[in-house]
Nanobody, 115 residues
Framework: QVQLVESGGGLVQPGGSLRLSCAAS????????MGWYRQAPGKQRELVAR???????IYADSVKGRFTISRDNAKRTLYLQMNNLKPEDTAVYYC?????????WGQGTQVTVSS
């Protein structure tokens, strides 16, 4: 069973940056489109970025130009570089596959953007 562990969240002021990490228990990235998701209080979980096995990145309009998804296959780690953060980016962030049945969700990492 694949396990996913997210980290790197925190409290940051508007305009600040954070880099999230998602460590996988198995080498899954070369066979799967991986995504970063987020869920704000009272809202549904949404996809913010995905990365194909071939390295093509696709972003939600709300984060385009500010977020960058990447991965390190050797480290089995997926990253999300978040720049120019806005209060509306406040949410718990998760990683998981984009297609197929989701693996068990990790605990996520809280990102809070506030002055």
């Amino acid at each position: 069973q694949v396990q996913l562990v997210e980290s790197g969240g925190g409290l940051v002021q508007p305009g600040g940056s954070l880099r999230l990490s998602c460590a996988a228990s198995e080498n899954i990235f070369i066979f799967n489109i991986m995504g970063w998701y987020r869920q704000a209080p009272g809202k549904q979980r949404e996809l913010v970025a995905r990365l194909t096995s071939g390295g093509i990145a696709i972003y939600a309009d709300s984060v385009k130009g500010r977020f960058t998804i990447s991965r390190d296959n050797a480290k089995r780690t997926l990253y999300l570089q978040m720049n120019n953060l806005k209060p509306e980016d406040t949410a718990v962030y998760y990683c998981n596959r984009y297609l197929g049945q989701y693996w068990p969700w990790g605990q996520g990492t809280q990102v809070t953007v506030s002055s």
